[in-house]
């Protein structure tokens, strides 16, 4: 059978990009409430299972996107060359949405149509809720994005390993309370679907762990200009400071922290985007004064051996991040779903395989996951890590809220 490999994807990536994979799927079966195929086989041959995915691969996350879309892809390629799934290749359907919500809803509509088996993977905030304006009145799977589950994404179809930025902080902020002492805590929040939540967890979370909240400072993805709010947190000095946003804006603030000498008295406290490369090796003066949740062991660690050798066998070689890998991860947890649903291929076969996953440990990347009719949030557990010389160093474990 041939196999067909992938081109190079970069930030300047052709809007449409077949990642991998051979033969087509044909549409079957008649059309759905949002207009997709309705079949619930629809998507599949004899020979191949069509996925769909949205991602920025252009605009202003697409520098920490796309080692997503390469992650995902290495494994899918190991797979594929040692003959697939069930005798099927996995065939991925990408489309760039460059972060905005209406390209990612023209681009759901369009995978629909292929059609697309399921949606997988993706990232970022915005995509999701489109794509579920599509696929979750035909109950079309959305597998693993690298996003956490939030009320406007959220399903019967939707599955994630990553929990929510509000879920990752409601654990980060009560162990570094616990670990460094209390005390006080400002958070910076980018503007995102979910940022209200994330801020009342924020909170709640320093409140219920003797803290004192001091408040948020809300700002935009690609802030232009870090230094008033610098100035701001210079004369506050918190203890803590916790910051939500993308890796190019956390590395501007670290950087304008850094030039004023306005580090909190403790911990700079970030979520899982911020565990990429770039970003690490742009503060290496931290000094182990950043604290990061993270779903993956960090690169390097020797757990990450199995994924980074796929990534060394593709062409181009992929960089090892904690983007890359948890894209690893998720295509690890894919492949076994589809393997434990067996040849007979249907969607509901792939909600009732997923829900049935109990403490599953399906990759050496992570914990176990679990997901059940009522949770479909996998992880419940995640590292803690801090950077030390342009490397991730491993501290800890903290436990998440099942129910985010």
Not at 50 to 56: M, Q, R
Not at 132 to 148: M, R, T
Not at 317 to 338: D, E, H, I, P, Y
Request: charged share 15%; hydrophobic share 40%; aromatic share 8%.
């Amino acid at each position: 059978m041939k196999h067909t490999y992938a081109a190079s994807l970069t930030a300047a990536a052709l809007a449409v990009a077949t990642l991998t994979g051979c033969g087509a799927a044909s549409s079957s079966g008649s059309a759905g409430p949002s207009g997709s195929t309705g079949s619930s086989s629809a998507g599949v041959t004899d020979d191949a299972i069509t996925l769909g995915a949205s991602y920025p691969l252009t605009g202003v996350v697409s520098a920490s996107c796309v080692p997503i879309v390469r992650g995902a892809q290495a494994w899918i390629d190991k797979v594929n060359a040692e003959g697939g799934v069930n005798g099927r290749q996995i065939k991925i359907e990408a489309l760039d949405d460059a972060y905005q919500a209406p390209k990612a809803l023209s681009n759901a509509r369009e995978l629909a149509q292929k059609p697309a088996f399921a949606f997988f993977n993706g990232c970022g905030s915005i995509a999701p809720t489109s794509i579920q304006q599509v696929a979750k009145p035909d109950n079309i799977p959305f597998l693993l994005p690298a996003v956490g589950r939030t009320a406007s994404n959220e399903g019967p179809n939707f599955f994630t390993m990553m929990p929510s930025y509000a879920a990752q902080l409601s654990g980060l902020v009560p162990w570094a309370l616990k670990n460094g002492g209390t005390g006080s805590v400002l958070l910076v929040n980018t503007k995102l679907p979910d940022s209200a939540a994330t801020a009342t967890a924020v909170e709640n979370a320093v409140k219920d762990s003797g803290g004192t909240f001091l408040g948020t400072e809300t700002v935009s993805v690609g802030e232009p200009d870090f230094g008033p709010l610098v100035l701001k947190l210079k004369q506050q000095r918190p203890d803590y400071l916790v910051f939500n946003g993308t890796p190019d804006d956390g590395t501007k603030l670290f950087t304008t922290i850094s030039a004023q000498d306005a580090f909190p008295a403790k911990k700079i406290l970030m979520t899982a985007p911020l565990a990429y490369a770039d970003f690490i090796s742009k503060t290496t003066n931290a000094d182990e004064r950043l604290v990061i949740s993270l779903p993956t062991v960090p690169w390097g660690d020797p757990a990450a051996k199995e994924c980074e050798d796929a990534f060394n066998a593709a062409s181009p070689k992929v960089q090892s991040t904690g983007f890359s890998l948890f894209a690893c991860a998720s295509a690890q947890l894919l492949v076994q779903t589809l393997k434990d649903t067996g040849k007979d291929l249907t969607r509901e076969g792939v909600i009732k395989t997923l829900e049935g996953y109990k403490d599953k440990q399906f990759s050496q990347l992570l914990a176990p996951v679990t997901f059940s009719s009522t949770q479909h949030t996998g992880l419940q557990k995640m590292y803690v890590v801090t950077n030390q010389g342009g490397a991730l160093k491993t501290l800890d474990t903290f436990p998440l809220n099942s129910g985010n």
